[in-house]
């Protein structure tokens, strides 16, 4: 029996633009991006979430098909799903805020039922560090492994609530600029032995088209990015790389460093296909034999 992955994160609408076009109103939300990707590897995973009526019922179902439970996404009757719209730059980094309409997140709190709250994978997507907390407060699994992606937005706004989180889990993944800006420290390897002493106890830094590098208290790994021939959308490509090292991580009795870069290249090839197209519908026709096939081409590229 593979291990558990508790996911908690959005479920929401995203409308985002790019050099390359309009997605108009699609799925999209850390949580989604996240239980499809670990999907890959493991039936035995939910998210915990909340969405509104208005969320399409055909796309619940689409995630039960990939075998994520849902049973503790709350449907709020009469009520509007998060909605996100965004513009990216011509660079395709830089990105502006257009929209953001938080509906019933606003009122989120989460409840975890006894058949995943004792999950050995606890994976914390993007959501106030209050809501995370009360995810990791409600784990009874004693041996769990806590995950927590972050994002500057809580930094600037629940800075104190964030150091708590940290503080709890056994890895935080987190892009160059978040890294520099919760340490003060520009040089990246700093900034990540810096937050090994805030708590955790591994630490990845993504570093976008450049990769990603791994730091613990002994080891120091660099893998570069996965060279993609048409990147289309990048949003939910960080949620998918942390769902593709949940994911692989599952399937681990225990979790070592050589465990951790197989995990990082498996959500590096996730994200690969998750920037091909826009929102999820670059994770809705891939399969594990998909990803294998890509990594044969990817390790040619890295050893």
């Not at 890959?40 to 039960?64: C, H, M, Q, R, Y």
């Not at 978040?178 to 340490?183: H, N, R, V």
């Not at 002994?218 to 289309?232: G, N, W």
């Amino acid at each position: 029996m593979k291990n558990k992955i508790l996911i908690t994160g959005t479920v929401a609408f995203d409308d985002i633009e790019t050099p390359f076009g309009s997605s108009g109103k699609v799925i999209g939300g850390a949580g989604t991006y996240i239980a499809l990707a670990s999907s890959l590897f493991t039936k035995n995973l939910a998210i915990v979430s909340i969405i509104g009526e208005d969320f399409p019922e055909k796309e619940i179902k689409f995630l039960n098909s990939r075998g994520i439970d849902t049973k503790m996404i709350e449907i709020i009757k009469g009520g509007k799903t998060f909605y996100w719209k965004g513009k990216y730059h011509e660079n395709m980094i830089g990105r502006d805020t257009l929209t953001t309409e938080l509906n019933v997140l606003e009122k989120f709190n989460p409840i975890i039922n006894s058949e995943f709250s004792s999950s050995e994978i606890i994976l914390l997507g993007n959501l106030h560090p209050f809501v995370q907390n009360t995810v990791i407060n409600q784990c009874s699994n004693p041996n769990r492994f806590i995950i927590l992606d972050t994002m500057n937005f809580w930094m600037d706004n629940a800075l104190n609530e964030l150091k708590d989180v940290v503080e709890k889990v056994d890895l935080i993944i987190i892009n160059d600029e978040e890294a520099q800006q919760l340490t003060n420290e520009s040089n990246i390897f700093n900034a990540g032995n810096k937050i090994l002493k805030m708590g955790p106890k591994k630490v990845i830094i993504k570093k976008g088209e450049h990769g990603s590098i791994y730091l613990d208290s002994f080891h120091k790994y660099i893998l570069p990015a996965f060279p993609v021939d048409s990147l289309v959308d990048p949003t939910g490509a960080g949620d998918s790389y942390a769902g593709g090292i949940a994911g692989f991580l599952s399937t681990k009795q225990e979790i070592g460093f050589n465990d951790i870069k197989q995990a990082m290249i498996f959500g590096t090839l996730t994200a690969s296909f998750c920037v091909e197209n826009f929102g999820v519908e670059g994770l809705r026709n891939v399969d594990y034999e998909k990803l294998v096939s890509r990594l044969k081409i990817f390790k040619s590229y890295i050893t």
